[in-house]
C-alpha cells in the first residue's frame, strides 16, 4: 500500500506544521539523557577570497593541472570539530543547557586535549577520549566547502578502545540513562560500524525497552568505503532498529550514493519531487524508522507514516557552513525526543541548520521560534 506523500513548497504552505511546532517548542520537556560519538577532529578554516565559490573554482584548478596555482585567502583559525562533537554541542544549545550529553570520541591519545576542553567541558556531562583527532582543513566557499582531511587516527576508534577508556560499569550507566545516542560520522571510521551494533545490543542485555532509546545515525561523506563496508552498515541497521528508534540521515550527495546501491539512478536530480522520491526509495530498501535527507534548500523524511517535504530559509552567503549539517541532525533529534511528527522534525532540523549558517552558533528552541516568525514574516535577513 501507497504511504502518503505530503510536499511544503514554501513556508506559506507551513500554517499547521508552524503551530504545532511553536507549541512543542514552548512546553516543559523533561531532562533528556544520552550519548554522542565517536568522531573527532581539529577543523583549520580557510575562507577562499578569490574565487569566492565553488564553481569558479572547481574550472580555474582543472585549467592549471600541470603547471600552479595561488589564489588569495583568508586563514579564520583552529576550531574543535568532528561531526559527534558538534553535533553533541549543539544538543546542548538546542535545549539551553537543559540536558545531560555525554561525549565519547578521539578527542585525545590519553587525555581530552585543551580545544576540547575549552569548547566542551564546560557544555557536556561527561567526555571520555579514546584517540588523537584527525585534522581537517575546510576551505570555504559561498555555496559550500570542500574539507582536505587527514584521517589517520580514525583508525584507533573500535569497540574494544572504546571498552578500555570508558569501562563496562560507566558504558552501562549511560546506557541505562539514555534516551538517545547519537552515532555519526560512519563514513571516517572504519569500525564505527560494530560500535553501533555493540551499543544496541548493550541495551538489549540490560533490559532497557525495544524503541524507547532514539538512535540518529549520519553516515557522513562515505563515497571512499567500499561497496562491502555499505552491504555490512545495511546489514546491522535491521537489529539495531529492532531495539531503537532510529533515524538514518543523509546530505543529497550521499543519499544519491545510497541509492546506487540498490540500483536507483537519482544523481544530479535536486528537485524537490525527486529528494521526497528518493527518501521513500531508500526507505522502502533500509530497515530503519525514518530516512531523513537533506539537502541545502529543505529535507525530506520518509517514514510509516509517509514521505514529507518541508522547505527551509534559504542563505545565499552563510557566514560559516561545516557544523550547518551537524546542527540540522541535532535539531531533529531533539525534535523527535520532544514528541514531533516528521514534518516538525523537519522544520526544527532547518530552523537549527538555517540559525547556524547566519551566526555561527547553535540555536536554542526559542531561537528557532524567533528565526520562525521572521521567515513567515518576510522579514529574516542573511544574518542573526
Same mark, same amino acid.
Given at each position: 500500500m501507497a504511504t502518503p506523500l505530503t510536499i511544503? !513548497?514554501? $513556508?506559506?504552505?507551513?500554517?499547521?506544521?508552524?503551530?504545532?511546532?511553536?507549541?512543542?517548542?514552548?512546553?516543559?520537556? =523533561?531532562?533528556?539523557?544520552?550519548?554522542?560519538?565517536?568522531?573527532? @577532529?581539529?577543523?583549520?578554516?580557510?575562507?577562499?577570497? /578569490?574565487?569566492?565559490?565553488?564553481?569558479?573554482?572547481?574550472?580555474?584548478?582543472?585549467?592549471?593541472?600541470?603547471?600552479?596555482?595561488?589564489? #588569495?585567502?583568508?586563514?579564520?583559525?583552529?576550531?574543535?570539530?568532528?561531526?559527534?562533537?558538534?553535533?553533541?554541542?549543539?544538543?546542548?544549545?538546542?535545549?539551553?543547557?537543559?540536558?545531560?550529553?555525554?561525549?565519547?570520541?578521539?578527542?585525545?591519545?590519553?587525555?581530552?586535549?585543551?580545544?576540547?576542553?575549552?569548547?566542551?567541558?564546560?557544555?557536556?556531562?561527561?567526555? @571520555?577520549? &579514546?584517540? !588523537?583527532?584527525?585534522?581537517?582543513?575546510?576551505?570555504?566557499?559561498?555555496?559550500?566547502?570542500?574539507?582536505?582531511?587527514?584521517?589517520?587516527?580514525?583508525?584507533?576508534?573500535?569497540?574494544?578502545?572504546? %571498552?578500555?577508556?570508558?569501562?563496562?560499569?560507566?558504558?552501562?550507566?549511560?546506557?541505562? *540513562?539514555?534516551?538517545?545516542?547519537?552515532?555519526?560520522?560512519?563514513?571516517?571510521?572504519?569500525? /564505527?560500524?560494530?560500535?553501533?551494533?555493540? %551499543?544496541?545490543?548493550? &541495551? *538489549?542485555?540490560?533490559?532497557?525497552?525495544?524503541?524507547? $532509546?532514539? @538512535?540518529?545515525?549520519?553516515?557522513?561523506?562515505?563515497?571512499?568505503? =567500499?561497496?562491502?563496508?555499505?552491504?555490512?552498515?545495511?546489514?546491522?541497521?535491521? #537489529?539495531?532498529?529492532?531495539?531503537?528508534?532510529?533515524?538514518?540521515?543523509?546530505? %543529497?550527495?550521499?543519499?544519491?550514493?545510497?541509492?546506487?546501491?540498490?540500483?536507483?539512478?537519482?544523481?544530479?536530480?535536486?528537485?524537490?519531487?525527486?529528494?521526497?522520491?528518493? /527518501?521513500?526509495?531508500l526507505r522502502s530498501n533500509i530497515d530503519v524508522?525514518?530516512?531523513?535527507?537533506?539537502?541545502?534548500?529543505? *529535507?525530506?523524511?520518509?517514514?510509516?507514516?509517509?514521505?514529507?517535504?518541508?522547505? &527551509?530559509?534559504?542563505?545565499?552567503? #552563510?557566514?560559516?557552513?561545516?557544523?550547518?549539517?551537524?546542527?540540522?541532525?541535532?535539531?531533529?533529534?531533539?525534535?523527535?525526543?520532544?514528541?514531533?511528527?516528521?514534518?516538525?522534525? %523537519? &522544520?526544527?532540523?532547518?530552523?537549527?541548520?538555517?540559525?547556524?549558517?547566519?551566526?555561527?552558533?547553535?540555536?536554542? @528552541?526559542?531561537?528557532?521560534?524567533?528565526?520562525?516568525?521572521?521567515?513567515?514574516?518576510?522579514?529574516?535577513?542573511?544574518?542573526?
Amino acid at each position: 500500500m501507497a504511504t502518503p506523500l505530503t510536499i511544503h !513548497r514554501n $513556508v506559506a504552505a507551513l500554517a499547521g506544521v508552524i503551530a504545532d511546532f511553536k507549541s512543542r517548542a514552548a512546553a516543559a520537556q =523533561p531532562r533528556f539523557s544520552g550519548l554522542c560519538g565517536f568522531d573527532g @577532529f581539529i577543523d583549520t578554516f580557510v575562507r577562499l577570497l /578569490a574565487p569566492v565559490s565553488m564553481a569558479e573554482f572547481g574550472p580555474k584548478v582543472a585549467a592549471a593541472a600541470g603547471i600552479a596555482a595561488s589564489y #588569495p585567502a583568508q586563514h579564520l583559525g583552529d576550531k574543535f570539530g568532528g561531526n559527534g562533537p558538534l553535533f553533541a554541542a549543539a544538543m546542548h544549545d538546542i535545549h539551553a543547557g537543559a540536558i545531560d550529553v555525554t561525549y565519547i570520541g578521539a578527542m585525545g591519545r590519553d587525555e581530552v586535549l585543551p580545544i576540547y576542553q575549552d569548547a566542551l567541558g564546560g557544555k557536556l556531562k561527561r567526555l @571520555f577520549t &579514546l584517540a !588523537r583527532p584527525a585534522h581537517t582543513t575546510c576551505l570555504e566557499f559561498t555555496d559550500g566547502k570542500v574539507m582536505l582531511c587527514d584521517m589517520a587516527a580514525c583508525g584507533e576508534v573500535t569497540w574494544e578502545r572504546l %571498552l578500555e577508556c570508558v569501562g563496562q560499569p560507566a558504558l552501562d550507566e549511560e546506557l541505562q *540513562a539514555a534516551r538517545f545516542i547519537s552515532a555519526v560520522n560512519w563514513g571516517k571510521l572504519p569500525h /564505527a560500524g560494530e560500535i553501533w551494533s555493540q %551499543l544496541a545490543a548493550r &541495551l *538489549a542485555c540490560l533490559g532497557v525497552p525495544a524503541k524507547e $532509546v532514539f @538512535f540518529f545515525m549520519d553516515l557522513a561523506e562515505f563515497e571512499t568505503r =567500499p561497496h562491502a563496508d555499505r552491504e555490512d552498515l545495511l546489514a546491522r541497521l535491521g #537489529p539495531i532498529t529492532r531495539q531503537c528508534q532510529t533515524l538514518l540521515s543523509f546530505n %543529497l550527495k550521499e543519499a544519491w550514493q545510497m541509492g546506487e546501491v540498490f540500483g536507483q539512478a537519482y544523481h544530479g536530480r535536486k528537485d524537490v519531487d525527486a529528494v521526497a522520491e528518493l /527518501a521513500a526509495c531508500l526507505r522502502s530498501n533500509i530497515d530503519v524508522d525514518r530516512v531523513i535527507i537533506h539537502p541545502n534548500d529543505g *529535507a525530506a523524511c520518509a517514514s510509516a507514516a509517509g514521505t514529507v517535504y518541508v522547505p &527551509l530559509p534559504w542563505c545565499r552567503e #552563510p557566514l560559516i557552513s561545516t557544523g550547518a549539517g551537524d546542527n540540522f541532525g541535532a535539531g531533529c533529534l531533539a525534535a523527535a525526543l520532544r514528541g514531533f511528527d516528521d514534518a516538525g522534525l %523537519l &522544520l526544527a532540523g532547518n530552523l537549527a541548520g538555517a540559525h547556524f549558517v547566519r551566526s555561527g552558533r547553535s540555536a536554542s @528552541f526559542a531561537d528557532m521560534t524567533r528565526l520562525l516568525e521572521a521567515w513567515a514574516a518576510g522579514t529574516l535577513g542573511e544574518r542573526l
